[in-house]
Nanobody, 130 residues
Framework: QSHIVESGGGLVQPGGSLRLSCAAS????????VIWFRQAPGKEREGVTC???????YNADSVKGRFTPSRDKARSTVYLQMTSLKPEDTAVYYC????????????????????????WGSGTLVTVSS
């Protein structure tokens, strides 16, 4: 059965860094665009960053210059490097995989449409607090 697993969440102080991982089972992430979403308590889910199959990355304005997605094709794993973390980055972070031209457009336009994604992980909690 195909699924996605995120890891790497935890507690970090403001200004700190954290790296999240997204790994797939039953399929390879190399064939999919991957979007990282997050949902903070009491707030709607939002897309924060996307990485296409060719490695091109797109970020939401709220994380530009701080978050960087990357791929390790040898491990079929996608990472999200987060730096200069702020308390408002506290959320459950989800990795989602999808493919097709609509997904690519969603990434390039920064709309990060979750309804287009084929696979979702169960999330990993990131808490930014002193």
């Amino acid at each position: 059965q195909s699924h996605i697993v995120e890891s790497g969440g935890g507690l970090v102080q403001p200004g700190g860094s954290l790296r999240l991982s997204c790994a797939a089972s039953g399929f390879t992430l190399d064939d999919y665009a991957v979007i990282w979403f997050r949902q903070a308590p009491g707030k709607e889910r939002e897309g924060v960053t996307c990485i296409l199959m060719n490695g091109s990355g797109y970020n939401a304005d709220s994380v530009k210059g701080r978050f960087t997605p990357s791929r390790d094709k040898a491990r079929s794993t996608v990472y999200l490097q987060m730096t200069s973390l702020k308390p408002e980055d506290t959320a459950v972070y989800y990795c989602a995989a999808g493919r097709g031209s609509a997904v690519q457009a969603s990434c390039m336009l920064g709309t990060f449409r979750g309804s287009l994604m084929d696979y979702w992980g169960s999330g990993t909690l990131v808490t930014v607090s002193s």
